[in-house]
């Protein structure tokens, strides 16, 4: 009888505290891991876009089966020949480095519509060198790309800002050639990308930039649109991924890009300016190290670390980088910096040419599979064209609003 008692009587005072304790143990364990994964993803910048990631997990996933799929591919290069202040000889051998090698490796591959690959050189008007310009232009007028604007720059100011771009666009369209113009108004315009990442003073720290309204003074001076994100991992990264968009200036706080109307969704606000951002998003098949649960992030980079592949091309089609009304169109906007050594033995390498060969073959044996080298001029253009409705190829639409003439 006593040991009915014992067996079937309440559990003890001891007992009791030892199922708190465990309980305690569990939560402190939760909280401390929900800590260090907190930690971790802020310290990979991933707090700034994670959500927006997640609410595009359905469009991701939506299948390409039976769909006509056109790569509308582009690659923006930060080309900086004095990048890491270099002595002058070693800047100019790295410009004639991409006019020697770029159409010995590139001649050979063609796209769609008949054309190159093609590279959009965003050259840095605080390192402007006219020997450097004028090599690379020679590249250009060969067919094989076109050449932008890209700026760094620290405590600036609007008014600064506003003369240092107008002088340059003057200069290189005067003096060297270059830069695009509207085929109605005649006005010359041009692409960019900022320093560092930092557009519209982005930076947390207010650190590369110094211009909360340097949407505005973009578009007042001739910019056609952005080019600078994907930024990620940098603090720089906007909340808004994988779109085509028209941002509006505020100038009363900094990074005004943070959100935007998506182009084709509504007619554009006044005072807007296109951002055209390359893909974001996780890999989940590649990992931070081996074992590691967190993926990697994959932000449309090029370089020596992330050298092209079939498999990141389809997750930069996956990241659906659209305009609403062609749905067939995938833009994939690529960055890299491309003059220094490290990288250039991928762009200038067998990394690229096999890349470009893998695209070849599927494009081949799948006619469903389009791939249209384009440059940034012709990404927007393409955007501008199928906002408007378009229905006509991509060759026909490269010029549809702004002509760069080689």
């Known amino acids: 009888m006593l040991g009915f008692i014992e067996r079937y009587s309440p559990p003890t005072l001891q007992n009791t505290s030892i199922l708190w304790s465990a309980l305690a143990l569990a939560v402190i364990s939760a909280a401390a891991a929900l800590t260090f994964v907190v930690r971790l993803i802020r310290q990979r910048g991933l707090d700034r876009w994670i959500v927006s990631h997640s609410l595009q997990f359905r469009r991701r996933r939506t299948p390409l089966t039976g769909q006509s799929v056109h790569v509308l591919l582009c690659i923006a290069d930060h080309y900086e020949p004095q990048h890491g202040k270099v002595e002058p000889a070693q800047a100019a051998e790295r410009v004639a480095y991409w006019i020697d090698r770029y159409p010995k490796l590139f001649e050979q591959f063609r796209d769609a519509d008949g054309l190159p690959p093609q590279h959009s050189f965003f050259f840095p008007i605080d390192e402007y060198e006219a020997s450097h310009v004028d090599g690379i232009a020679r590249l250009c007028r060969a067919g094989f790309g076109e050449i932008e604007l890209h700026h760094h720059h620290d405590n600036d100011t609007a008014a600064a800002l506003r003369a240092r771009l107008l002088h340059f666009k003057e200069l290189f369209r005067n003096q ?189 044996g799948s006619p469903a599979f389009h791939v249209h080298y384009v440059s940034a001029r012709e990404s927007y253009n393409l955007a501008r064209a199928a906002e408007a409705g378009w229905t006509g190829s991509v060759r026909e639409a490269r010029d549809f609003e702004l002509i760069w003439k080689r």
Request: a positive charge; proline letters at 7%; aromatic letters at 8%.
């Open 176 to 364: 060297h050639g270059l830069l695009s113009h509207h085929r109605v108004s005649g006005e010359v315009k041009y692409g960019f990308i900022h320093g560092n990442w930092a557009l519209d003073n982005s930076r947390p720290d207010g650190r590369w930039c110094g211009v909360n309204n340097e949407l505005d003074v973009l578009r007042e001076t001739g910019c056609y649109a952005d080019f600078t994100l994907p930024s990620a991992p940098s603090r720089t990264q906007t909340s808004k991924i994988n779109s085509i968009y028209y941002a509006v200036d505020d100038p009363d706080r900094p990074k005004s890009h943070n959100r935007g109307t998506d182009v084709g969704v509504r007619p554009a606000p006044d005072r807007a300016l296109m951002l055209i951002q390359g893909p974001l998003l996780l890999n989940w098949r590649q990992r931070t190290a081996p074992g590691r649960l967190l993926p990697r992030i994959e932000n449309a980079s090029l370089q020596a670390s992330q050298p092209p592949s079939m498999e990141r091309l389809d997750l930069w089609i996956r990241a659906r980088v659209q305009v609403r009304m062609r749905p067939d169109w995938f833009f994939i906007k690529l960055h890299t910096h491309g003059a220094v050594e490290a990288n250039r033995e991928v762009l200038l390498g067998r990394p690229m040419v096999e890349f470009h060969e893998g695209l070849r073959r599927r494009a081949a």
